[in-house]
Structure formats: C-alpha cells, structure tokens
C-alpha cells in the first residue's frame, strides 16, 4: 500500500516537474520549430510541427552573411578567454601555493573590480576606441573582454588549484622528482580539470557578452550578439530566418553550457556555493 | 619551503594581473570622473569647457532620471522576487526522485545559455508578438483581444524576459544548495513527524540562507546592467516607460552624443552598484577563511 502510494506519487512529480522544464524550455523548443518552417507557416498561427525546411538556415547564411559574426564569435570567445589564462593562470597559482598574508585581500580587490558596471566606463572606452582605431576590431575587444573575465578566471582557478593537496608535492620531493618532473607528472595532471572547467565557463560568457560588442563593433568585428541585435529593426517578415539566425547563435553555446552545470554554480558564485 | 627565491617568483607570477586589473580599474574610472564635470558634446567637439557640478545637477533634476532609477528598482526587485520564489519551488520539484531528472536539468538551465539580444528577440517576435505571437495565439484562441505586450506593459514584459534568463542561475544555484542538507536530519524531522511546512520553514530555508544571499546579490549586480533586452525590444519606451539607468547614460552617450552627462550618470551607477558590491563581498569573504 505504502509503496503504492510512492510510486503514485512519483509518476504526479514528475508530471509536475516535467511540465514545468516544458515550461521553461519552450521559448526555446518554439524557436527551433519556427526555425524549421517557412516563412508562410510561421506567421500562419500556432503549430508544433513545422515541415522540416531548412530553407531559413540556407537564406541566413547566404544573404545576412552568417559566418563572419559566426567566426568573430568564436575567435572573441576563445581568444579572450586563452588570453585570460595566460595571465590568470600564474596569478592563481602563485596565490594558491605561496599565499602571504594580503593573498586574501588582493583576491577580494580583484572581485571588486568585476562589480564596476560597464555603462560606468562606457564614455571612457567608447572615446579610447574611437581615438586610437581599435572600433571595430577584433583585437580591441578580445582584450576587452579578458579585462572583464579576467577576475572570475582568477577566481575559479584558485579555488580549483587550492583543492590540489600540498602534501602530493612533498611526497614527489621526497621520491626525488625534479622540479620538472613534478610541474609535468604531477601537477599538470591536477590542474588540467580545473583549468578546463574554468575555459568553458568563460567561453560561454565571453559568447554571450552583448554590451560591449554592441558598443564597439558595426560590421567588421561584430559577434553573433551585436549582429543578432541588429534584427531588431525590422525589414519585413521573417519569423523563420529571425528563428534559424537565433538557434545558430545559441546552439553551440547551449550543448556547451549542458556540460558546464557544475562549474557554473561555482564559477558563478565566485566559490561561495558549491 | 617558502624560501625567498619563491616569494619573489610568486610575486613575478602574480604582477601581470594585478597590474592589468589595476589598470583596468584605475583608468577608465579617472577618465569618467574627469568627463563628468565637463560640458562636452561629441558633436561640437571644440568646447569642451569645466563646468564643475553642472552635469551631475542636470541629471539630477531631469524628469527622466528618476524615472530610470524607479524602473531600475522595480526591474531589479521584480526579477528577484519571480527568480528567487520561483528558483526555490523548481529546485524542491526536481530535487525529488522524479523520472528523467538529468533531462528535466537541462531543459530548465538551458535559458541562462541564450544570450541576451536572442532571449530578447524570442520573446519579442514569438512569444508576446501581438499579431504572430503564442500569446496572442492564445488569446484568439480564448476569444480575447490579444494583449500588445510592449506598448501596453513595457517594463513588465522586460522584467517577464530577464527572469526567464536568471530563474535558472537561482533555481541551479538553489539546488546545489539544498542537495547538500543533511539527509539524516530530514529524516529524523519526519520520525519526529514535522509537516512538510514545518520542515521547509524550519530545516530547508534555513539552510538555504546563504545561497539565497548570493542569489540575491549576484544577480543584482547583473540585473543593475541590464541593457540588450531594453534596446532589442522597447528602446527604453514607450516615452521613459522601460528606461533604466543603464539604458539612459547609453542613450545620453551614444545617440545624444553627451559625454559629460553620461559620464556623470555613469558616476551615479557606480556608486549605485558598490553599496550591493559591499554586501556581496561580505558573504563572499566569509567563504574564503
């Protein structure tokens, strides 16, 4: 009887929650089968099940010239993000195996600076760019966004570095590996997870971002972000194309981002919820 | 083992970003704080002339800045109360042996991974469209009279699409937080016989306390920013209807080409953001010791 009513009450939750996950998710689920409909369908009223075009992939491509926001995105992304690294990854270290006494403070300084809003710095920014060329390139707001990633990456790597026990070290020392051996054999192997955890958080963040590169980029270095807000004016109907453009932007990013959970409640929360 | 050749190695591995964010910080803030007391127009560059506290006052007494920082507040308390209420109650929901728990994770986080500018295009066009909308699908369907969603309810539609972002940060962040209870304790509460409530108010919550903290302050901080979803969807109208801070200092900047008074209202955001900073670095530090 008592079992009965678990399992009863089982199936009922996850109705529940499955209903509400649909919820959630349709926004999402909608744009996907607009995307897959033509442009008649689209506009034609509610309906699930589009007839599988995938003629709004082929006209985004080929006329609003997909693949240039597309390559910025990945190169802004990626490169942002492997710049941030390079600096943050020493930084991290040096903090989590040498600690002094201010490791703390500089740590809840570098925090700090990633609560200055951006429209804060906009007018500063926005006339340095214009002034010295960078407007529009690639290079200016790849370091731009490592400035502003640059703190979480910091972040995240120290707390995953302070998780590798000293005492691995002492024990390889004792074993006698050189200092070589031990950065290659035993530490590398450690810190690879955390590292990799903390390149995919930013890359998703770094995708996303959708201030700066509307501030600092029109055509030449604009990521899907600025280029997807460029939609907002419209010309004419185009439910579908609107729908194929927004799932190619967000479709990497997505299959990313549902590997990423973990790392994101504590790249997010700067460590405090793990 | 911390022998002084390492002490000045770790102090070289950490010089380059220090000095980066120091630089990042220091910069742009002194030029805003420079900016700010001048009357500078990017469209009669020539005369740009110190006028002291005149940008500041401008901004204070213009009609349209309290109007931004009534719709910041209600845009971000609107958004953390769907996001923090609804967070706890989804998270309680898939925290239980439910069927296909993996799936039904990924389907609810999955928003948080949309970006902005799309997130708002979505809603736009194919959710609260008034002609080609779901909703006004719905309507119809109902017999209703469609609702034009961004004339008649700007700001709420925007609240509407930003809690969607975040509800699943709060409910992800929510259900680390309580899939780390005690289970032991749970159980000893139901031997005692505890109601569900009691146990939510008096076991759960608690506990959730400091997640619900960080919820609250981390997304303030972003919610303070919000930015992509007002220019993609009412550009701040009808009038100053969904004008938030943000939003005004970008429009005095970049389309009334005012860098003092943007600069100006740029001051007023920092200052804005570093009273919830302070709070969020509190809960934050606690964690480090």
Do not use: C
């Amino acid at each position: 009887m008592a079992r009965a009513t678990t399992q009863r009450s089982r199936i009922g939750w996850t109705i529940a929650a499955w209903f509400v996950a649909l919820l959630i998710f349709f926004p999402i689920l909608y744009t996907i089968i607009t995307s897959l409909k033509t442009e008649q369908e689209a506009i034609a009223g509610f309906d699930l099940i589009p007839s599988f075009t995938l003629s709004s992939f082929e006209a985004v491509q080929s006329q609003n010239s997909y693949w240039r926001p597309f390559t910025n995105s990945v190169i802004l992304s990626l490169g942002s993000t492997l710049l941030a690294l390079v600096v943050a990854i020493p930084a991290a270290w040096a903090m989590a195996f040498s600690p002094t006494k201010r490791t703390k403070d500089i740590l809840m300084w570098m925090l700090s600076t990633k609560m200055m809003p951006a429209v804060a710095v906009l007018v500063p920014i926005y006339l340095i760019f214009l002034r010295t060329g960078l407007m529009d390139t690639r290079i200016g707001l790849t370091v731009l966004l490592m400035l502003i990633n640059l703190p979480i990456v910091v972040w995240m790597l120290y707390t995953y570095f302070r998780e590798i026990p000293g005492e691995i070290l002492e024990a390889a020392r004792m074993d006698g590996a050189s200092l070589r051996n031990e950065i290659l054999y035993v530490l590398t192997p450690m810190a690879v997870p955390g590292i990799a955890s903390t390149l995919l958080l930013n890359v998703i963040l770094a995708w996303n971002e959708a201030f700066w590169t509307i501030q600092l980029t029109t055509t030449n270095a604009a990521p899907l972000s600025a280029f997807i807000a460029s939609f907002s004016s419209p010309q004419g109907l185009f439910w579908a194309k609107l729908s194929a453009a927004s799932v190619m932007a967000i479709a990497p990013i997505l299959v990313l981002g549902w590997f990423s959970q973990k790392q994101l409640v504590r790249g997010l929360t700067f460590g405090a919820v793990k | 083992m911390a022998t002084r050749q390492t002490q000045s190695l770790a102090r070289l591995m950490r010089a380059p970003a220090i000095l980066l964010l120091l630089a990042w910080m220091i910069v742009p803030l002194a030029m805003t704080l420079y900016y700010s007391f001048l009357d500078y127009n990017l469209l009669n560059p020539g005369s740009a002339a110190w006028t002291g506290f005149f940008n500041y006052r401008f901004f204070y007494t213009d009609p349209a800045f309290f109007a931004a920082i009534g719709n910041t507040l209600i845009l971000v308390l609107g958004v953390l109360a769907i996001t923090v209420i609804g967070g706890i109650a989804i998270a309680l929901l898939i925290d239980r042996p439910i069927m296909g728990q993996g799936i039904v994770r990924i389907l609810i986080i999955s928003p948080f991974f949309v970006m902005p500018p799309v997130a708002a295009l979505i809603w736009k066009n194919m959710i609260m469209h008034p002609s080609y909308g779901v909703l006004a699908d719905m309507a119809r369907f109902f017999g209703v009279q469609p609702v034009d969603w961004f004339a008649q309810y700007p700001l709420l539609s925007i609240i509407i699409i930003v809690a969607w972002q975040w509800l699943p940060f709060a409910t992800l962040i929510l259900l680390t937080a309580l899939q780390s209870l005690d289970s032991e304790q749970m159980e000893a509460a139901e031997m005692d016989g505890a109601s569900a409530w009691a146990k939510f108010t008096h076991l759960i919550l608690p506990h959730m306390a400091r997640a619900i903290t960080v919820v609250i302050l981390i997304q303030t901080i972003f919610l303070l920013g919000v930015y992509a979803e007002i220019l993609v969807t009412t550009n701040g109208g009808p009038g100053n209807a969904s004008t938030n801070l943000t939003y005004l200092i970008y429009r005095a900047a970049r389309l009334n080409f005012d860098i003092g008074g943007a600069a100006a209202g740029g001051i007023i955001a920092v200052v804005l953001a570093n009273i919830v900073a302070i709070f969020l670095m509190r809960a934050v530090g606690k964690n480090l010791d």
